[in-house]
Structures are given as C-alpha cells and as structure tokens.
C-alpha cells in the first residue's frame, strides 16, 4: 500500500472496515512512513473538530408548516404514500409529541431519558464547557446568538454549587442553553430550552420553591423538570437527591441569584 | 427531518434555501412515495431527493457551469504530498472554533461538503454513494481528500 492508497484508507481503516489483507498493509505502510502516522494523527483530530460543528436543525415553524401539510392522517393517503410520509415525519411526530402511540408518562419519561442522555454527554465530553464562568453575566450574553432564545436563570452559582461554565446543547428537537455546576466531586447540568411543543408531565410535580418540579430517577441520576413561561428547565445530577432540590430551589425562587426569571 | 435540515442548510450555505430544499425534498417524496421499493434504505432515498433537488436549483440558478467544472477537475487531483504542518496543524484542529469549521466547510466543493456531512450522519460507503450517485470506491476516496482539504484550511485559518 503506497502513501496515496494508506491516505484514503485512514478512516476506514479505524472504523474495522478494510479486509484484513487491506488492515495489515495499512498497518505496515503506517509503521514505516511518518509522513502517513502524522496524517492519520491528524485525521482522528479532525474527527474530534468536526463534531464540533454546530447542528442545524430545522426551524418549528419549517416544523409546524410541514406537519400541516405532509403529516399523515387518517385516510387522507394511500396506505404506501401515507408509510412513507409517516416514516419521513418522524421528526414531526417527536416534535408534536408524540401523541399517537405513546401515554402521557411515557412521553415524559422520554423527556427524562434525553436529559439523563444530555447529561452524559457532558461528562463524557472532553470539552464540556464552551465558556468558562467568570460569572452568570459572563456565561449568559454567551449565548446570545446561539440559541433562539434568552436563557432566563435565577442563580448565579455560589461555594456550595459553583457556576462552571456553560455550553450549547440539544434537548429533543430544539438546542438548550447549558449551564454546568459543581456540588463537591459531583456534575450538575441544567439545561434551558424551549418549554413548547414537549410532552411534559401532567401537573402533579411537588413545590420546590416558587416552582412546581416534577422528580424522577433514571439510571442512578436524578433529574428535576420545570416549565417558567416560555422556558423549560431539566437539572440532572448524580449528587445526593435532598442537594439537587436546594440547587433548584434556588434556580427556581426569583431573586437569588442575579436576575429574575422572565414573568410567564 | 432535523438531518434532512441540518444536510441542507450546509450543502446549499443559507438558511433560506435549506427551508426550501427540505420542503421540495418533502413534495417530491410525497409525489414519489408510490415508486418507493420497499426494503431499500429509506433515509438514504430521502437525503438523495433532498440532494437532487439542490443540484437541479444550481442548474436553474446558473451557478452550477463553472463550478462543475472546477469539480470534476479537482476529482483527479492527487494527494498533495506536501509535508504537513505537524503540530501547528493538531494546534488548529484543537483550537478550531465553530466559525472555523463553517467556513473551512463551505469552502469545499458541494460534492466534497455533501460526502463529508453524511458521513458524519452516520451514512455508510455504500449509502453516500447510493445517495450522490457514483460508485463506493469513489466515495471513499472524496471523502479521504475532502478531510485531508478540511484539515489544510482549518491549519491555514489559524496560522
């Protein structure tokens, strides 16, 4: 395998797609050319760059005009037509909710399940925190241009749970604004995002300040929801369930932290 | 629908002309939903329309001569075999900012751009090819020159 031919196999060559003939080759022309190594060193980074880049999705009012127009009905189409729509629509369906096939708390749940899965990703993230915190008034106008919307948040971090940073997330269909603190050795994520459109629990959560929360487990991590106005708020940690209440209960009293949450 | 967005909006580079492509990629499935084969890869048939239906807005708009052109010639480039930047270069990839990769993105080719976004969409050979039309071994090696472009300009941007 010369350096052109090693060049092109890079990638496929770390994802275990080349025969074994090809793999050995790759590896021995690796072994002997540092020009290649030095490239194929590079290409794994570009990888780590290129999921960096920002996801695009589309826009709720794309959504909404394209749920109105394509999403499928009963007897509207014929049955191959209506699958295909059906299939093409499922962005639409989460979107909506879901409402067809699912009850209310198992949609909730999956709004659980995104916010357990969201959190993840922090803690696995080699960078976590796009900006570090200097503050709330240096992590909030950060996020002016990256998300849709003004992330409205009460607390500004203090010794017990320190404002990290903050970083641009997605929550479902739509991005979140990610605020990250620390409780002693624990990660705690709150993501904002908007509260439209998402199959939130029935109102049965329990008072935690000013707010009602809805509480629920999901693998070893608690997570604490809540809707103000426009906004929607999901705080996921492993930290001690009686700590993640204090935090939200000072995310979600106004006048504990720098600003006030916007009136609904 | 977010990918089919998230495809359009850096294959055509503009917000608006992703809206419209994502609703002409709906119309025409819609139209040609009864042709579907059942059994074949339906996500890959919905990102080839969306894929067809920005190619044939170039044609119409004009812009697709020249650039074609300069396409098909970049295909038969080679490998450069230029020494790399070495560190400098992994200091850029590490430091690469979004705009950075927006913009090293856009400089591509659309050929270049689209084997690169459904790549990472998750797209195998065989379906980027089924997707842009050509042959798998034709994909595999784009997309290895597309990266080794995207590296070079996001080194440039940074030096």
Request: proline share 5%; charged share 25%.
């Amino acid at each position: 395998m010369d350096c052109m031919e090693t060049r092109t196999n890079l990638l496929a060559g770390r994802r275990g797609l080349l025969s074994p003939q090809e793999a050995a080759s790759l590896q021995e022309h690796l072994r002997g050319c540092e020009l290649c190594t030095r490239a194929d060193a590079a290409d794994i980074e570009l990888s780590r760059t290129l999921s960096r880049l920002p996801r695009r999705d589309a826009p709720q009012a794309l959504k909404r005009r394209l749920e109105s127009r394509w999403a499928p009905r009963e007897r509207r189409w014929p049955r191959r037509v209506g699958q295909v729509v059906a299939v093409a629509g499922v962005g639409l369906a989460v979107a909506a909710g879901a409402t067809l096939f699912l009850g209310a708390r198992e949609r909730s749940d999956a709004m659980v399940t995104e916010a357990v899965n969201d959190h993840l990703r922090v803690l696995y993230s080699e960078h976590p925190v796009e900006v570090e915190s200097g503050g709330i008034h240096q992590v909030k106008p950060w996020f002016a241009g990256r998300v849709d919307f003004a992330p409205s948040v009460a607390f500004a971090g203090d010794q017990d749970f320190p404002l990290k940073g903050g970083s641009v997330a997605y929550f479902m269909d739509r991005k979140a604004a990610t605020f990250i603190y620390g409780h002693r050795l624990h990660t705690i994520t709150l993501f904002v995002f908007r509260a439209d459109g998402l199959p939130w629990p029935p109102a049965d959560g329990e008072p935690v300040g000013s707010q009602r929360v809805y509480v629920r487990d999901d693998r070893g991590f608690h997570v604490l929801m809540w809707r103000h106005g426009d906004l929607g708020y999901a705080l996921v940690s492993d930290t001690s369930p009686t700590d993640l209440r204090e935090l939200a209960g000072r995310l979600a009293t106004p006048g504990t932290g720098s600003e006030s949450p916007r009136t609904p | 629908m977010d990918s089919l967005h998230h495809f359009a909006r850096y294959l055509s580079g503009s917000a608006v002309d992703a809206e419209d492509l994502v609703q002409e990629a709906y119309a025409r499935a819609f139209r040609a939903a009864p042709t579907f084969a059942w059994g074949t890869n339906l996500r890959a048939w919905l990102f080839r329309i969306l894929r067809n239906a920005f190619i044939d807005g170039r044609r119409r708009t004009r812009r697709t001569s020249d650039e074609d052109a300069s396409e098909s010639a970049s295909e038969e480039v080679p490998f450069a075999h230029e020494p790399l930047f070495g560190d400098i270069e992994m200091e850029a990839l590490r430091g690469a900012v979004a705009a950075d990769i927006e913009r090293a993105l856009s400089a591509l080719t659309a050929d270049a751009r689209a084997v690169v976004l459904l790549d990472l969409e998750g797209f195998s050979e065989g379906e980027i090819a089924e997707i842009v039309g050509c042959a798998a071994g034709t994909v595999k090696s784009r997309l290895s020159r597309a990266r080794d472009s995207l590296r070079k300009l996001l080194a440039q941007y940074r030096r």
